[in-house]
Nanobody, 124 residues
């Protein structure tokens, strides 16, 4: 059974930084792409960043976070991270990690597993 548990959210002032963690269990972590999504109040959940399985490790980002956020993974700890710098009030949202359903995936992602999310609030 796949479980994803996020941590690291909180309240931060604009311009500050936070690092989110997502610990995964179940399945072979190294073979799956991982991602972060976010959902602001009253809005739909949107993609933030993704990182391919270990062999490639390539990353993609939403335009709104490029240059400010960095996704990374530690396969020894079965954990994916989201380092968020230069935070803005518009980054306030519940951040959720997701795991691809397809191992060794080099094509489109299939986000079949989701965590519960962690709240990030950025004050102005």
């Amino acid at each position: 059974q796949v479980q994803l548990v996020e941590s690291g959210g909180g309240l931060v002032q604009a311009g500050g930084s936070l690092r989110l963690s997502c610990a995964a269990s179940g399945g072979t972590f190294v073979t799956y792409a991982m991602a972060w999504f976010r959902q602001a109040p009253g809005k739909e959940r949107v993609f933030v960043a993704a990182i391919r399985w270990s062999g490639g490790g390539s990353t993609t980002y939403a335009d709104s976070v490029k240059g400010r956020f960095t996704i990374s993974r530690d396969n020894a700890k079965n954990t994916v991270y989201l380092q968020m710098n230069s935070l803005e009030p518009e980054d306030t949202a519940v951040y959720t990690c997701a795991r691809d359903s397809v191992p060794w995936n080099s094509g489109p992602y299939y986000w079949g597993y989701w965590g519960q999310g962690t709240q990030v609030t950025v004050s102005s």
